[in-house]
């Protein structure tokens, strides 16, 4: 398996413009994860999905982000619109929970570098 | 919630034994203790978990003493690409395995 994709690796954009960061989770997995890691916060858990189903979303840190999973093979993290606070390396991971098959890990994407000017 | 607490930044020379403790006093029944490493510009890395008492693999050991209120991860024989950022994680069990980080151990190893 190729792991868990992100996309873009690295976005400029300017404030104001929306960004939407895309992930393919590790094939059969059930539970993704969006994380943002900054230099002051930290890794910060923004939300997360079961089967395609938004859990926990308490991590969101206001309206302009919004995330999505329309299907077991693709989630996107979207700002809009975004702000020079908003500059981040946000990153995905996704495990495998079910069956009893639960190992304690989750595998992360290499992560999605964003500069809001 | 569980939360972690461990050393900041630790030095070491290749060659020794790296041992990093993490404290987690509200660790709850069904969690896990879990430790990733990452290094600069990639995402956190699975190394190791465990529940009580002592698990070993390729890459490390960790020791968990009865009470479960802390782990300490053993690096045998760092070398130099040990060199990353080290978190002691509570795997929430019941909350999908979710995992808070915390700020980690900056592990630096010198030659």
């Known amino acids: 398996d190729a792991g868990v994709i992100q996309s873009p690796r690295h976005e400029v954009t300017e404030m104001g413009q929306e960004v939407t960061l895309r992930c393919k989770p590790i094939?059969?997995?059930?539970?993704l994860f969006w994380y943002r890691q900054t230099m002051m916060r930290g890794l910060e858990l923004l939300i997360y999905f079961n089967n395609n189903v938004p859990i926990d979303d308490s991590g969101m840190p206001e309206d302009r982000f919004s995330a999505k999973m329309p299907n077991a093979s693709f989630s996107t993290l979207k700002i809009q619109p975004s702000e020079p606070r908003d500059s981040a390396v946000y990153f995905c991971?996704?495990?495998?929970?079910?069956?009893?098959?639960?190992?304690?890990?989750?595998?992360f994407g290499e992560g999605s570098r964003l500069t809001v000017l | 919630l569980a939360k972690t607490t461990q050393p900041i930044s630790m030095d070491s020379y290749e060659g020794q034994e790296v041992n990093i403790t993490c404290s987690h006093n509200?660790?709850?029944?069904?969690?896990?203790i879990t430790w990733y490493q990452q290094f600069p510009s990639q995402g956190p890395r699975f190394i190791i978990q465990g529940y009580k008492t002592k698990v070993t693999n390729e890459v490390a050991s960790l020791f968990i003493p009865a009470d479960r209120k802390s782990s300490t991860l053993s690096l045998p024989r760092v070398s130099l690409s040990d060199t990353a950022v080290y978190y002691c994680l509570v795997v929430l069990y019941n909350q999908g395995g979710k995992l808070i980080f915390g700020q980690g151990t900056e592990l630096s190893v010198k030659p």
């Open positions: 509200n660790i709850a029944t069904n969690d896990y």
């Open positions: 094939s059969g997995h059930d539970y």
């Open positions: 991971a996704s495990s495998l929970m079910s069956s009893g098959s639960y190992t304690g890990e989750l595998f």
